[in-house]
């Protein structure tokens, strides 16, 4: 039988997702045999969009796309994969739920561009010239660049088949992954491909796996503002650590290096708004309902890496 084609896309991404590829190490050489890589744009090959575009439908059967859907590339290419493979697949948080470059979407473009271009302190632009989608040049060549708009995850530009959290997923996890695809080992289509099991769930932090009585949370602490007791849950002592609605797929790198879990796994299945349930979740520990008020910034807290895939990112949109 011919190889598996596999097509692997960074969008909107700061090309974490592909470091977590390369992690795989010595996998990654049995990976790299076991299909053929016709499309990895634009990170690791010098492949033309005209190449993918020129492809029949439906003659690559795997694709990743990592990274949100941002601009006007973005979206022509994703639709382009979308025709073009016959599995798709949201890799890493940016693809499957925004990830943290879609807190962009608090703000309009325009003041985005202005704080980039006009008003730092370093910037030096007394013309206040901001980027355009079309320039010409020597007044004979026509530049273009992609038009921005508010960050989306895959699914709300495409039909997606199957979703990997992380930022970045933990290379492991994109093993058992890997392995999933080739074997054909795959869930239900509209599935992550996740352990299914909460960080809480595998955490040696959780006192109900060490069988201690679990306590309410009775203070609210920022991470500089003390050191967390060794092994004790950090929640518990005001830490606020969302592993109990966060897949735990990580091996709980942060809690095991005392820092409290933020997300970026995405959320446990069943939950279709990662930061309402975070909410819930936290204020169910508290011990009296005023520590709500001592949460800082629970929009960055809350949604950090969900807000474009979530109820409140979809108001936002303009």
């Not at 807190?103 to 561009?113: K, P, S």
């Not at 202005?114 to 013309?127: E, G, H, I, R």
């Not at 992609?146 to 088949?161: E, G, M």
């Amino acid at each position: 039988m011919s190889k598996p084609k596999l097509a692997y896309y960074l969008a909107g991404g700061c090309g974490g997702c592909d470091i977590a590829v390369v992690d795989l190490s010595e996998t990654l050489v049995d990976v790299a045999l076991a299909v053929d890589i016709v499309f990895w744009a634009p990170t690791v090959a010098d492949a033309k969009y005209k190449d993918l575009e020129a492809m029949p439908d439906g003659s690559i059967d795997v694709g990743l796309i990592t990274g949100n859907v941002r601009n006007s590339e973005h979206d022509h290419i994703v639709k382009v994969m979308r025709k073009k493979c016959k599995v798709l697949i949201a890799y890493g948080i940016c693809a499957t739920s925004g990830g943290i470059k879609s807190l962009v979407n608090l703000y309009t473009t325009e003041q985005l561009l202005d704080k980039a271009y006009v008003d730092t302190m370093s910037t030096d632009n007394p013309d206040k010239v901001i980027p355009q989608t079309s320039c010409i040049v020597d007044s004979k060549y026509d530049l273009t660049l992609p038009a921005l708009f508010d960050a989306k995850p895959l699914d709300q530009v495409v039909s997606v088949d199957y979703y990997i959290g992380g930022c970045p997923p933990h290379y492991d996890h994109v093993k058992t992954a890997f392995t999933a695809l080739l074997t054909g080992q795959l869930p239900p289509p509209g599935s992550w491909i996740t352990s299914g099991k909460a960080l809480c769930e595998v955490c040696g932090r959780n006192p109900v796996l060490t069988g201690k009585p679990k306590k309410f949370t009775t203070t609210i602490k920022r991470t500089f503002e003390g050191t967390p007791t060794e092994g004790a849950c950090l929640l518990e002592e005001g830490y606020l650590c969302l592993g109990p609605i966060t897949q735990g797929d990580c091996g709980v790198k942060c809690p095991n290096a005392n820092m409290p879990c933020r997300g970026c796994g995405g959320p446990i299945p069943g939950v279709k708004d990662f930061g309402t349930r975070a909410i819930s979740a936290i204020a169910s520990m508290l011990e009296k309902e005023e520590l709500v008020d001592e949460i800082p910034d629970p929009v960055h807290l809350f949604y950090r890496y969900t807000l474009a895939g979530s109820a409140l990112g979809k108001k936002l949109n303009r």
